[in-house]
């Protein structure tokens, strides 16, 4: 295997701000060299785009959601971005620029989904700040200044422990009798933290021993990390699941639970595109203005979540 071009540049750039060893830190300080990636790696908001901080509630729950406005919408579809960071790391400010250019590629309303993190909010508190903030979003579109959304029109979206939550909420969504959902776009996703417990497989911007600082965070109780809601590819069921874009990228450790989730929904008869993407390390979202594949890759992103949106085949299998 091969970086693709730009990417060992990339890896070299986040490995010089984020140590390989930066999740032995105290987590504040984790937490803010995380979020300093914008600067070292600076994005900006695509012209035209607007966004603004609202919460929602739902079930007795507040949560912390950010809407992006396109300058012209081009549906009906909203859709929902979990970040990445391992339920650890990350804020709405890590991800700003990524979802505003989420909501200018596709026309669509985006939202970006906040959650109170581990370890001060271990499973299930991520992920239940998230269904109220989906459920509680979709509950009061108007009130939002949202008019013209279908409410049966959301998309989820997510990278690495991002993605796990938005395979998990639409599990969450089929068996609460939830929101019904246009589809799941997926990006590196983690889906069995059991593989972590005691470290495991080293890979670029990866390491076995963040995996298992991030499972120790995540799932603190003995037995939590084989939960279905937590590790679906170990007891899960895959059945009713909305339609799927699946990445998993080719130099990433994670790779294989998006292969193995792809033939869950295959055997289940969900319509669900895969794509591995060559040369690439785990979830390279960051990469995309530095590295012309990445660039390709999140475009090839961005038209699988339109199309999932607009009701159409998301794509092509393949690379």
């Keep these: 295997m091969a970086y693709a071009d730009g990417i060992e540049n990339f890896v070299k750039t986040v490995d010089g701000a984020l140590p390989p060893d930066f999740y032995t830190y105290p987590v504040e300080r984790q937490r803010a060299l995380y979020d300093g990636l914008t600067e070292v790696l600076p994005i900006p908001v695509p012209e035209g785009v607007s966004h603004r901080d609202a919460s929602v509630t739902h079930g007795g729950r507040t949560a912390r959601i950010r809407i992006y406005e396109p300058a012209r919408r081009t549906g009906d579809a909203v859709l929902f971005y979990i970040r990445g960071g391992g339920f650890v790391i990350g804020s709405l400010h890590s991800h700003h620029s990524l979802v505003a250019e989420l ?21 299930p508190g991520p992920l239940e700040d998230c269904y109220a903030g989906l459920c509680g979003t979709l509950a009061d579109l108007p009130a939002l200044g949202l008019d013209g959304i279908d409410p049966e029109g959301a998309v989820l ?13 639409s599990m969450i969504a089929r068996d609460r009798g939830g929101p019904r959902l246009r589809g799941q776009a997926v990006i590196s996703p983690v889906l069995d933290f059991t593989r972590w417990r005691h470290g495991g497989e080293d890979a670029p911007l990866l390491s076995g021993g963040e ?11 003995p037995g939590q990390a084989e939960l279905p809601y937590v ?6 069921t895959f059945h009713d699941l909305p339609p799927a874009y699946v990445v998993g990228c ?39 203005r530095i590295s012309e594949p990445a660039g390709a890759f999140f475009a090839r992103y961005c038209d699988a979540v339109a199309a999932l949106a607009a009701g159409e085949a998301a794509g092509r299998d393949g690379r």
């Design 211 to 221: 995996m298992e600082f991030y499972t120790a965070c995540y799932c603190p109780e």
């Design 231 to 236: 590790s679906p590819l170990l007891t899960g």
């Design 103 to 123: 909501a200018d590629r596709t026309g669509l309303v985006a939202i970006a989904l906040d959650f109170g993190m581990a370890p001060e909010n271990p499973h």
């Design 250 to 288: 080719e130099m990433d450790s994670l790779r294989v639970d998006a292969e193995k989730y792809t033939a869950r929904l295959r055997q289940n008869g969900t319509p669900v595109t895969y794509v591995m993407e060559e040369g690439m390390v785990h979830a390279p979202v960051r990469a995309r």
């Design 157 to 169: 979206c997510g990278e690495s422990s991002g993605a796990n939550m938005a395979v998990v909420l």
